[in-house]
Structure formats: structure tokens, C-alpha cells
């Protein structure tokens, strides 16, 4: 009887400290991992990859030039034939490419992501959440 | 249902003072020939008070709106017709035309305007790549004709004398490829490759393919 109540009160003691981590610690983890799309990404991930990454922005040249992921290329469905080779340019085997657009249920980031595969561009990727994903990250 | 929803928004728009708009995103096809599509977005002034349209603007000089006038009585029905002239575009487009009304000035009503504009030359894969060091053996790009055209390819030629370039016909004024060799794959380089077409006789098509070695 003794030994059960002195497990409830480590137990208790223990509740305590981690009930502050789940609630307040930085890095903590999701209660819930948000379901990912083929070929799609979160944002710590592609933070992870550090340097390695090649950020393309598939909303409009407007968009764009308001506010952009620093170092990101301008590339959309709208003026593809003159975004393209300075994609090519810009772009290097081994990079991960990662697509935003403006919303999460933006269909254009996809869209140009499966232009690019489907002209042997490898390692292609769209942002879940895109662009607000990027403005809001803490 | 579509008679419901739309009932529904005037609902909604009626409280809260605004426009109740029928549609405030529209879809189109268009073919090859097609050379711009006109789109109207209806509305209703489904709040207590008049409602004045103090400002349209578009998201791109390719596309106009038009409106009739511009003060619209409690009840008062009218459209905002949208022109995107295509203007050599093709692929999907998404263009957006803001409203602002004074039922709701520091908010404005976006429409949207979604369009697939068929190619009539389509290019597969529009660019071929070897990695430095490769063997620099020939590689292919496809050049396909819509269904309801048909083309000759007038010149093929690769501004990178490094990088060859050789059309081959397939299917007469439907089907072509172009094989791309470099001489060398030892070091990195580029060539633009321009594909003239015949089609549309008015002003005939010129595509781009691209080569790359990296």
C-alpha cells in the first residue's frame, strides 16, 4: 500500500514539470501533425535543410514584390516563358526547390511544382500552409 | 440549389449593408484560337441603404472591367463585366478585379477570374539537362500540335553553337523533335533554343525550349 502511494506522488511530481513543458516549452511538440499532401512540406522542416534550399514564389509579380522569402525566385503559370530561364539560372542540381503560394489551399504552388517535375527539375516541393505559413513562423 | 445559395447571399449581404454578389469566381476554357474571354460578375444591392462602386481595379493590364454606372438603389441589380485579353499567354491564368463600395470601404470584394488557355504548340520537357562531367550524349524535346491545328515548324536554332540542335518530323504538322547535343558536357553551359512556328497564320507562334548543363 505504501509503495503504490509513494508511485502516485512521484507520478504527481512528475505531472507537474511536464504539464508546463507541453504548455509553454518553445520547441514542444504538435498535439496534432497536420496531414501532409504528396510532395508536400512543413515549414521547420524546410528550415531544417538550411542553405540547401531554392525558395520559389508562385504568386503574382504584385505579390511578389510587396513582400517575398528573402532570396526567393519570381516564377508563375501567368509569365512562365519569361520566369522559366531565370529558374534554370537560378537553380542548382541537389538544391531542394520549395514552392508558396498564398494560402493553404492555393493550387498554384502545386501547380508549378508539378511543371517543374515533369521537366526533370528533382526534389520539388510545396510549403504547407505557403506564404502565411512563412509570415506567421515563430 | 444555385437559385438557393444565391437567395442565400443576399441574406447575408442584406445584413450586413454590402453587395450580394451571384458569383464571385468564374472558370473558362478557351482554345487555341480564342483570343480573350469576357466574364460578368452580378450583383444585387441587397442592404437598406444606396451603395456607390467608388473603385474597380484590375490585377493586370491584360484585363478591363466595365461598369454600367456606379450608385445602385436598396434592391438594384447590376454586372461588372470582366475582359482578360490573352495577348500571347498561355496555361492556366488567375486574374482578380478588387470592388470597392462605400457599403464597406476599408474591405473590398475580390473577384476572380480563373483561365486555361490551351496551347496549340506544346513543348515536352522544355528543358533537358546534363550534369557536368556527364557523357554529352543527344537528348529529345517533343513538339506536339493541338488537336485542332495544324503547323510546320518554319526554323529550329540554339543561340549556343556548343549546343546542336536537329528537328526531326514525326507526324507531318502535328508531331516533331528536336534533339539537342552538346560537344561537350565537361563544363557548364546554356543554350536557348528558338522554335518558329507558321501557326496562327496572323502572327505566328514562336516557342522556347532551353538546355542546360550544370
Known amino acids: ?138 | 440549389m444555385k437559385y438557393f445559395l444565391f437567395q442565400l447571399c443576399v441574406f447575408a449581404g442584406s445584413a450586413f449593408g454590402q453587395l450580394a454578389w451571384e458569383t464571385t469566381e468564374q472558370t473558362f476554357n478557351s482554345k487555341p484560337q480564342d483570343k480573350e474571354v469576357v466574364a460578368k460578375y452580378k450583383f444585387t444591392n441587397a442592404g437598406p441603404k444606396p451603395i456607390k462602386i467608388q473603385n474597380v481595379r484590375t490585377s493586370c493590364g491584360c484585363t478591363t472591367a466595365a461598369l454600367n454606372k456606379t450608385d445602385y438603389a436598396p434592391g438594384e441589380s447590376g454586372d461588372i463585366e470582366a475582359k482578360f485579353t490573352f495577348a500571347g499567354r498561355t496555361g492556366r491564368q488567375e486574374k482578380a478585379i478588387s470592388v470597392d463600395t462605400t457599403a464597406n470601404p476599408e474591405q473590398p470584394t475580390i473577384l476572380k477570374l480563373h483561365v486555361y488557355i490551351q496551347e496549340t504548340v506544346k513543348i515536352e520537357p522544355e528543358v533537358v539537362l546534363w550534369r557536368v562531367g556527364e557523357q554529352p550524349d543527344p537528348k529529345s524535346i517533343h513538339i506536339v500540335i493541338a488537336d485542332d491545328a495544324s503547323a510546320k515548324i518554319v526554323s529550329i536554332t540554339s543561340d549556343n553553337p556548343a549546343l546542336k540542335v536537329k528537328l526531326t518530323e514525326v507526324k507531318p504538322g502535328k508531331e516533331y523533335e528536336a534533339q539537342i547535343t552538346p560537344d561537350s558536357a565537361a563544363q557548364p553551359a546554356a543554350a536557348t533554343v528558338m522554335i518558329r512556328t507558321d501557326y496562327p497564320p496572323d502572327n505566328p507562334e514562336t516557342k522556347y525550349a532551353y538546355a542546360r548543363i550544370k
Request: hydrophobic residues 45%; charged residues 20%.
Open chain 1, 1 to 138: 500500500m505504501r509503495l503504490v502511494r509513494q508511485a502516485q506522488l512521484i507520478l504527481l511530481a512528475a505531472l507537474l514539470p511536464a504539464s508546463l513543458t507541453a504548455a509553454f516549452h518553445p520547441r514542444r511538440p504538435p498535439w496534432f501533425q497536420p496531414a501532409l499532401a504528396q510532395g508536400e512540406e512543413m515549414l521547420p522542416t524546410v528550415l531544417a535543410w538550411g542553405d540547401n534550399v531554392l525558395w520559389v514564389d508562385a504568386r503574382s509579380a504584385e505579390e511578389y514584390g510587396t513582400d517575398h522569402v528573402p532570396g526567393a525566385l519570381l516564377l508563375n503559370l501567368e509569365s512562365w516563358d519569361q520566369l522559366f530561364p531565370k529558374f534554370l539560372d537560378g537553380w542548382a542540381p541537389g538544391k531542394k526547390v520549395v514552392v508558396y503560394c498564398s494560402a493553404g489551399t492555393c493550387e498554384l504552388s502545386r501547380e508549378v511544382a508539378e511543371r517543374l517535375r515533369k521537366n526533370g527539375i528533382s526534389s520539388v516541393f510545396v510549403l504547407k500552409g505557403g506564404w502565411e505559413a512563412w509570415k506567421t513562423r515563430k
